[in-house]
């Protein structure tokens, strides 16, 4: 009997080293860090990530989730925080200080309601908003990554 080639044993290899979708952990580790990433510190935290479907186009695959984001503070609140902060930062002389500055003067002209509503909808302490998201994926040598 013939002893297999080479490249075919390696080719075999690979094949069973390829795997057709993302890892179970693979996929937890990216809804965790879209939780971590997407959270607002101190005005929502985002739970219950889901995933909802998947499907792969050529080298991508893409995951779609379906998450709550719970916010902890109502609108007010939020616009007092960023009011109270840019107060206390806006003496700074830099760059950053005159941002400081224009974000108290937004928080005192309604812009800052706006520019919250438009990221976010109206909200209030305690309201949860039903979201949907996709994360795609590509594989690469080291496993599957988030691709953006």
């Known amino acids: 009997m013939a002893e297999p080639r080479p490249l075919v044993a390696l ?14 952990s693979t996929l937890e580790k990216a809804f965790n860090d879209y939780a971590y ?11 219950n ?41 806006k003496s700074w002389n830099s760059m950053e200080g005159m941002q400081w500055k224009l974000l108290e003067n ?10 919250l509503v438009n990221q976010w909808g109206e909200f209030s302490r305690g309201s949860v908003q039903n979201m949907t998201h996709e994360i795609s994926f590509i594989e690469t040598e080291n496993g599957w990554q988030t691709y953006d």
Not at 106 to 115: D, K
């Open 11 to 24: 080719l075999s290899l690979g094949i069973y080293g390829c795997s057709s979708e993302p890892s179970s």
């Open 37 to 47: 990433v997407n959270a607002e510190s101190g005005i929502f935290k985002i739970k």
């Open 49 to 89: 990530v889901q995933k909802t479907n998947a499907y792969q186009l050529d080298d991508v695959y893409t995951v779609e989730i379906s998450f709550e984001r719970h916010f902890l503070i109502g609108i007010d609140e939020a616009i007092e925080e960023l009011r109270k902060e840019a107060a206390k930062r």
């Open 106 to 115: 937004m928080t005192s002209s309604g812009m800052a309601r706006l520019g």
